[in-house]
T-cell receptor, first 114, second 116 residues
Framework: AQKVTQAQTEISVVEKEDVTLDCVYE???????LFWYKQPPSGELVFLIR??????QNEISGRYSWNFQKSTSSFNFTITASQVVDSAVYFC???????????FGKGTRLHILP | DAGVIQSPRHEVTEMGQEVTLRCKPI?????LFWYRQTMMRGLELLIY????????DSGMPEDRFSAKMPNASFSTLKIQPSEPRDSAVYFC??????????????FGPGTRLTVL
């Protein structure tokens, strides 16, 4: 069965520090997709990235970067030079190609302190 | 482009009343999902549709919950009768056709339901 674990329930860092959010997943499929979503205090869920299991290249988008390591079944998310606006709950998610469902982790609440 | 639209944004009702939540997906998207979010259980998938057809409703808590999608631009989630434990934020999301696997989902702003 598919499963996503975000072991960090809550993290607090001071503004401008780098922070990494961990995500470990379980699946029996060889083809699958991984996602990250952001949920700011306003409540809506915002899509950040989608990555398929065959693409292990790390991705960078501005201050955001993602490290996908199949060997450890991890898909970690790093925010560089964090800002107060990055404060949110971040969800990692997994989807197997056998269906179209996305299974979400429990989320990591990130506090960026000014 | 308009995103996913949900109404109402807030709903307060009394136990035993019928509640209907509404969703308009992004035009052209083939998939529609209903989720419930609570502190205790996190984000749970209730049901999803593909081309207006329910595909998986295994997440629907019980018979009090029902969902319909009469056309490509409208879906409802109904709770009858409502109970205090149904209090949660209900999200609707839509996604385009895959074409290389499940695609990203775009979420609406959610409906915050409080059942007294």
């Amino acid at each position: 069965a598919q499963k996503v674990t975000q072991a960090q329930t809550e993290i607090s860092v001071v503004e401008k520090e780098d922070v990494t959010l961990d995500c470990v997943y379980e699946t029996r499929d060889t083809t699958y997709y991984l996602f990250w979503y952001k949920q700011p205090p306003s409540g809506e869920l915002v899509f950040l990235i989608r990555r398929n299991s065959f693409d292990e290249q790390n991705e960078i988008s501005g201050r955001y970067s993602w490290n996908f390591q199949k060997s450890t079944s991890s898909f970690n998310f790093t925010i560089t030079a964090s800002q107060v606006v990055d404060s949110a709950v971040y969800f990692c998610a997994l989807s197997e190609t056998r269906d179209d469902k996305i299974i979400f982790g429990k989320g990591t609440r990130l506090h960026i302190l000014p | 482009d308009a995103g996913v639209i949900q109404s109402p944004r807030h709903e307060v009702t009394e136990m035993g009343q019928e509640v209907t939540l509404r969703c308009k997906p992004i035009s052209g998207h083939d998939y529609l999902f209903w989720y419930r979010q609570t502190m205790m259980r996190g984000l749970e998938l209730l049901i999803y549709f593909n081309n207006n057809v329910p595909i998986d409703d295994s997440g629907m808590p019980e018979d009090r919950f029902s969902a319909k999608m009469p056309n490509a631009s409208f879906s409802t989630l109904k709770i009858q009768p409502s109970e205090p434990r149904d209090s949660a934020v209900y999200f609707c999301a839509s996604s385009p056709r895959g074409g290389g696997g499940p695609r990203e989902q775009f979420f609406g702003p959610g409906t915050r339901l409080t059942v007294l």
